[in-house]
């Protein structure tokens, strides 16, 4: 039998001692390179972070598989067996231009199946996580479980650019949702905007497109606590290649889904 209790405690031990490692780089010159785009920023920091978590799975668990957005982990066409989903600094430009709102992000999935969640606020040392079926977790207090929410009550996150003419989607599609809505915020962290919406702070969160280690730990905190995740077409997230995103309290995702996304070729 699997003892997911201690690579549970175990993962929780490591993402915190990743963090003090972040931390204490505040003071230091990064080197910076870009990686698709000029604003698809990399540091040796989240090289380095990402080289510490792969050796410490390694080394305690040389069985289960890495998938990281730096590449330092497997190439996988499956998720058969335990896989670690990892984004080492989920926000690097946020890490790099305000040294706030990034976060360390880690998914356990074992067959393709959520089991560990964990995303750590750094600045704010707030450690979300969940074990799958014990509930989730604001440092050592749980979170309630989500309300119901009507669109005209609700926050959106939402980055600018999808209701901005783009080469991605038909702007309009969007702009009744940001109308029709209480407000729009945008973080320029994934991992961060999925704990927004699992601890209530928004309602719902949209992107076009994110990678496997972007969503991995925050679907399933969601999850835990009775919200919906999906892609844009309502069908379930692949872990193993990009995906847009649609992440809501319940009622709300069915809502937004039907009334404002039916229309979209996503």
């Known amino acids: 039998m699997m003892n997911w209790e201690k690579i549970y405690n175990d993962a929780k031990l490591w993402v915190k001692e990743a963090g003090e490692r972040i931390r204490s780089s505040f003071q230091q010159t990064l080197t910076i390179r870009t990686k698709s785009n000029p604003n698809d920023l990399v540091t040796d920091i989240d090289q380095e972070i990402e080289q510490f978590f792969i050796n410490k799975i390694r080394e305690v668990y040389p069985g289960h598989k890495i998938i990281g957005e730096e590449g330092y982990g497997d190439q996988l066409e499956q998720l058969e067996g335990i896989v ?3 984004d080492p600094i989920d926000g690097t430009m946020n890490f790099v231009h305000q040294q706030r709102n990034f976060a360390i992000s880690l998914g356990i999935y074992e067959n393709g ?13 707030e450690m979300y996580h969940t074990l799958r079926g014990t509930g989730a977790y604001l440092n050592n207090h749980p979170l309630p479980l989500l309300p119901e929410r009507t669109v005209n009550e609700s926050i959106i996150a939402l980055n600018a650019i999808w209701v901005m003419e783009n080469h991605r989607i038909n702007h309009q599609l969007l702009i009744p949702l940001a109308r029709d809505a209480r407000g729009t915020r945008s973080y ?3 991992a961060l905007e999925l704990v927004y919406v699992a601890t209530g702070r928004v309602d719902a969160y949209i992107s076009m497109r994110l990678s496997p280690w972007d969503y991995a730990a925050g679907a399933l905190l969601i999850e835990e606590l009775g919200g919906v995740v999906t892609n844009l077409r309502g069908k379930k997230l692949d872990f193993l290649s990009k995906d847009s995103l649609l992440a809501a309290k319940p009622g709300l995702h069915q809502v937004i889904l039907k009334d404002y996304l039916n229309n979209g070729n996503w």
């Open 113 to 125: 199946i959520g089991k560990i969640g964990i995303i750590y606020d750094i600045v704010h040392d």
């Open 84 to 86: 670690w989903l990892i």
């Open 188 to 190: 320029g962290s994934a």
